[in-house]
């Protein structure tokens, strides 16, 4: 499966961003996604998690209640939604797929498809 990320951009803190991953060359529905992100200078880090029909999700401590997981295996599209962006937001944020895989998987290892990331930089 090929993943394609975008929405990114640059947002004052407080603002909002939502960033799709669309995927192709798969059934999408077979496939857990994951959100890691990337901030300057720092190796990756999980951000969440969608199960394979959307019904459950897993969100990292720094981003619970800000960030919102979801999927519309219709459009083969996950979808992050992002509200009260910080500063410490600021990253590139790619998104994963893994076959049969579930919300549990939280470790970059555990996923095999990768998207080619998109840049969120939030300012103060």
């Known amino acids: 499966v090929q993943l394609q990320a975008s929405g990114g951009g640059l947002v004052q803190a407080g603002g909002s961003l939502r960033l799709s991953c669309v995927a192709s060359g798969g059934t999408f529905r077979d496939y857990a996604v994951g959100w890691f992100r990337q901030p300057p200078g720092k190796e990756h880090e999980f951000v969440t998690a969608i199960s394979l029909n959307g019904g459950a999700t897993k969100y990292a401590d720094s981003v619970k209640g800000r960030f919102t997981n979801s999927r519309d295996n219709a459009k083969n599209t996950v979808y992050l939604q992002m509200d009260s962006l910080k500063p410490e937001d600021t990253a590139v944020y790619y998104c994963?797929?893994?076959?049969?895989?579930?919300?549990?998987?939280?470790?970059?290892?555990?996923?095999?498809?990768w998207g080619q990331g998109t840049l969120v930089t939030v300012s103060s």
């Open positions: 994963a797929a893994t076959l049969y895989g579930s919300s549990r998987n939280d470790k970059p290892g555990q996923y095999m498809y």
